[in-house]
């Protein structure tokens, strides 16, 4: 066996550390031993605080003297807080861990009777396994309930480890065993439990949606960042309640888990505290089997000004540091790479013996009375009450920084032969009648050899000491968690109706843009005397490009600290304001971020019982194209709110080129259930929509957002037609009748957002040249439009003897004579989707294709939505029905400048 180690390859850490020994053998010896002991007699007399300023010192010295001294964030890969800190653990240790057992078999027979009942509907076991004693002693100790009196914590549970959030909810009598016995089976009559937190699922207990990895740390830290956000301004009381997130080690490779956590320490955020799960493993094998995922995260944390505490070695091995002054073992520690540690959790005790604590005599001496089995069975930090505990009320009671607990534990806990460590471990979930005994005896659960076989679920009596304990602890913290419930009454919204009237009536011969309707139509609501101080604008460093810079002075921009600098434009008139109370979120340059406060102030009716209402404004390429999952997160969510996507239009936004301009976001916004999406082309489409949507969402209550297009192309903005509001909420209505009723060749023509007026010139083109009257509707919504069509076309289905009832689209449109043309500044697939339900074949013209730096006369043209390219295919289509001579047809394109070789912008 000692050949075998020495033929080993080493980790770069030990060839460092070895070369470190074998080049300077002297100062090894005594020289290290005098600085090491000249240390310990300082930090005895005079404390870590002057320990801490002599060692900078030296550093400086050094670093002046032109020595080059190695950058690093890491501390020894050691626990954060020594023994000799450790705080009195107040809970009683062995009544937690009986309940602890109890969850963790629940959980392991939740997962287990599903498979068995149902193969291969999944679930996993060895989340929640290597998690269950850091969630248990939040339970206990830590996380505290929403109350009359209390906002409460607010946690995000790793999304994984759902079992055991479920199984301990059954415990607390939350949740019944039928419940549990149709885990992820939800249609069951009688209902079941969702696979993971979805609070669309299951809105009266799941607040978060932590499922999809790297989300739910972003969200967190916006979370905590808006709460104090409403503090600040003045929206709620000040109170030291906290943000929690629980994530897997895996999980911090998501760009988004990482990608905000210097605006938590930018902002102070200590009410803040991330726990990662460190075992090392994520689905397919090792996080990092040649480095050291732990290490990593600090150094990242702590070179982002968080406080971080690493939990990593249980009570178990105190003893052992206590005979170790040297510091031999952390040394030793430091040096092995995941990979190793991984294989230590699966070999018996000798192999440690021999690979960790052999490779220095002076190691083996330190555990030679501890025979194999208790040291393999040395627990680790994660696994160990007293030290989460420890690591959490140093967390809670930090001021002035994030925290962030590194807390290493197995994946698979207790799974023993079966899963514990191993990499197949992620997604077992069936276990043998002999591998469920084991763990039943393992965690002491009373079942009989017989009774076990089967996975019932236990729960002992209401009487039982455990029962109660968890009760009473509960209790103490306020009541149960995860809860969701809504607060926020209703908004009365009198005089609601009123407020937009300025906006119907036209813009009196002024060229604006809907933008900038929109920006008026903020100002106003901003100003409401109901409402106003609940509205929260969002930006991501866009505000001047929607021409929302006077809303700096109006409301301020939100900064904790206030303004301590004298802006370069405080002597004019619209200066970049920051206020403590400010109103606006400028989040710069990240719409994921921007997205997370948009979910933080959406949620908020629930979360903090406030009407908060987000306007989320973005340039409308970076939105569902960048973010989708993010939007995703605020449907289930059940957010309520406006998100506005900015100068869009693949041919209205002039000379951005490919990357911005915008013709997908309609067709990604289909989606998502429960978003409503308008591409409205005039101001008074927009206050309707807007107005409307504020009563939908804050005075009846439904769980829908917004997602409405503005462009930044001024025109004229037109007053509203007589009745046009019901149609502008459904999806469309005819703006501009046939102009001569006379003319027997008749089209319909359906444009949406700025090209609406390309097919208000079509329509003059049409009737001027050709002798052909059309009709203009402005498709304010194709998405409003498809579901009606669809709840129709069921209804249908499902009612077969009954009177077949019509689609919205079918009824506009039973009686409109002539050919059908629409054309958008999107996909041709959006007015495709409607068009089975026309009476008559649709031709669409649509932005397939790139876009190009151009102007928007050339744009249209390039994409072929132009008023010439309307009016030609309402020709085409003309010509397609017989009344349409083929040479008039190819006298009209020539009149109208068509092309036909020119490039296909599909394929261009
Ligand atoms: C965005 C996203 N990608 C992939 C997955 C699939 N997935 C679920 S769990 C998992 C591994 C999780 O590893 P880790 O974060 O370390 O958590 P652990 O289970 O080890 O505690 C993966 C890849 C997911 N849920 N979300
Ligand atoms: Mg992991």
Redesign the pocket.
């Known amino acids: 066996m000692e050949d075998e180690s020495q033929t080993e390859p080493h980790t770069e850490s030990q060839t460092m550390i070895n070369s470190g020994f074998a080049q300077f053998p002297e100062v090894e010896g005594v020289e290290l031993q005098e600085w090491l002991e000249s240390l310990d007699s300082l930090l005895q007399d005079s404390g870590p605080e002057v320990v801490s300023h002599i060692l900078e010192r030296l550093r400086s010295r050094a670093h002046l003297s032109g020595v080059e001294i190695p950058f690093s964030a890491n501390t020894p890969f050691a626990n954060t807080i020594p023994l000799r800190n450790q705080p009195f653990f107040p809970g009683d240790q062995e009544l937690e861990r009986r309940i602890k057992s109890l969850v963790r078999w629940n959980a392991l027979a939740m997962v287990v009777r599903a498979n068995r009942i149902e193969h291969n509907i999944g679930g996993?076991i060895?989340?929640y396994a290597?998690?269950a004693t850091l969630f248990e002693v939040g339970f206990n100790h830590f996380f505290r309930a929403r109350t009359e009196e209390f906002e409460g914590d607010i946690v995000y549970f790793?999304?994984?480890?759902s079992p055991g959030v479920y199984a301990r909810a059954f415990l607390e009598g939350r949740l019944s065993t039928e419940k549990l016995e149709n885990f992820r089976r939800e249609l069951k009559p009688g209902g079941g439990l969702s696979s993971y937190p979805h609070p669309w699922l299951m809105p009266d207990f799941w607040e978060f949606p932590t499922?999809?990895?790297?989300l739910s740390p972003i969200m967190a830290i916006y979370q905590a960042r808006f709460n104090r956000y409403l503090t600040d301004r003045g929206l709620k009381p000040e109170t030291d309640a906290k943000v929690w997130a629980f994530?897997?080690?895996?999980?911090t490779d998501?760009p988004e888990s990482l990608g905000a956590i210097t605006l938590a320490s930018r902002e102070r955020l200590d009410n803040l505290i991330f726990v990662v799960?460190c075992?090392l493993?994520?689905?397919d094998g090792p996080?990092r089997g040649n480095g050291k995922i732990i290490q990593e995260l600090e150094a990242a944390f702590r070179g982002a000004g968080w406080n971080v505490i690493k939990v990593l070695w249980g009570s178990d091995w105190d003893s052992i540091f206590e005979r170790d002054p040297e510091g031999l073992v952390v040394q030793r520690m430091g040096e092995l790479c995941d990979g190793e540690y991984q294989k230590f959790v699966v070999e018996p005790g000798s192999y440690i013996r021999q690979h960790f604590f052999g490779s220095d005599p002076r190691l083996l001496k330190l555990v030679e009375d501890i025979p194999d089995e208790p040291l393999r069975k040395l627990r680790l930090g994660g696994h160990d009450p007293r030290k989460v505990y420890a690591a959490y009320k140093a967390a809670v009671d930090h001021r002035g920084q994030p925290t962030v607990i590194l807390a290493r534990t197995i994946?698979g806990y207790g799974l023993g032969e079966i899963g514990e460590g191993k990499n197949i471990t992620?997604q077992q979930k069936k276990l043998n009648e002999d591998e469920l005994r084991e763990f039943r005896s393992r965690f002491g659960i009373p079942l009989s050899d017989h009774d076990v076989a089967e996975a019932p679920f236990y729960r002992p009596p209401e009487d039982s000491p455990e029962i109660q304990y968890l009760r009473a602890r509960r209790q103490e913290l306020g009541g149960y968690v995860p809860k969701r419930s809504v607060r926020a009454k209703p908004l009365e919204l009198a005089k609601h109706e009123d407020s937009f009237t300025e906006f119907l009536s036209g813009s009196d011969g002024r060229e604006v843009s809907t933008t900038m309707a929109f920006v008026g139509m903020l100002k106003k609501l901003l100003r409401d005397p109901e409402f106003g101080k609940m509205v929260v604008p969002i930006v991501p460093d866009e505000a001047r490009t929607f021409g929302m810079e006077s809303l700096f002075r109006q409301v301020g921009i939100y900064s904790h600290v206030g303004q301590v600098y004298e802006p370069v434009d405080l002597h004019t008139l619209l200066y970049y304001k920051e206020a403590k109370d400010g109103q606006i979120l400028e989040e710069g340059i990240t719409e994921a971020g921007s997205m997370s406060s948009f979910i933080a102030a959406g949620s908020a009716y629930a979360t903090h019982g406030l009407n908060t209402i987000p306007f989320f404004i973005f340039y409308s390429m970076f939105g569902f194209q960048r973010i989708n999952d993010l939007i995703w997160a605020a449907a289930d969510m059940r957010c309520r709110g406006f998100l506005l996507g900015g100068t869009a239009g693949r041919t209205t936004l002039a000379g951005e080129g490919l990357q911005h301009q915008d013709g997908n976001s309609h067709l990604l916004a289909l989606p998502a259930p429960n978003i409503r999406a308008y591409d409205p082309a005039f101001a008074y489409e927009l206050a309707i929509i807007i107005q409307d949507g504020i009563r939908r969402m804050y005075k009846n209550g439904e769980d829908i957002f917004y997602y409405i297009t503005v462009m930044n192309e001024p025109y004229q903005m037109p007053p509203m037609p007589e009745g046009s509001k019901e149609g502008i909420l459904k999806g469309m209505y005819l703006y501009r009748a046939l102009q001569d009723k006379k003319l027997k060749l008749r089209a319909q023509l359906f444009g949406s957002g700025a090209i609406l007026r390309e097919a208000l010139q079509a329509q003059e083109i049409l009737e001027q040249k050709f002798n052909v009257a059309a009709d203009v509707w402005s498709v304010t919504s194709y998405k409003e439009l498809y579901r009606d069509g669809l709840a129709t076309e069921r209804w249908n289905l499902l009612h077969p003897a009954e009177k077949p009832r019509m689609p919205y689209v079918s009824k506009c449109l039973a009686n409109a004579p002539g050919v059908f043309v629409a054309a958008s500044d999107y996909l041709k697939a959006l007015p495709n989707m409607v068009s089975k339900w026309m009476p008559r074949r649709l031709a669409s013209l649509g932005t397939d294709g790139f876009g190009r730096s151009e102007s928007r006369a050339s744009l249209r043209e390039f994409f072929e939505v132009g008023a010439r390219f309307i009016a030609f295919a309402a020709l085409t289509e003309l010509h397609n029905d017989g009344k349409f001579e083929t040479s008039a047809l190819q006298k009209a394109m020539k009149e109208l400048n068509i092309n036909p070789e020119k490039p296909d912008p599909l394929t261009s």
């Open positions: 996993h060895s989340t290597s998690a790793q999304g994984h480890a499922v999809s990895m790297g994530l897997g080690d895996g999980e998501e799960n075992n493993q994520r689905l996080v994946k992620h």
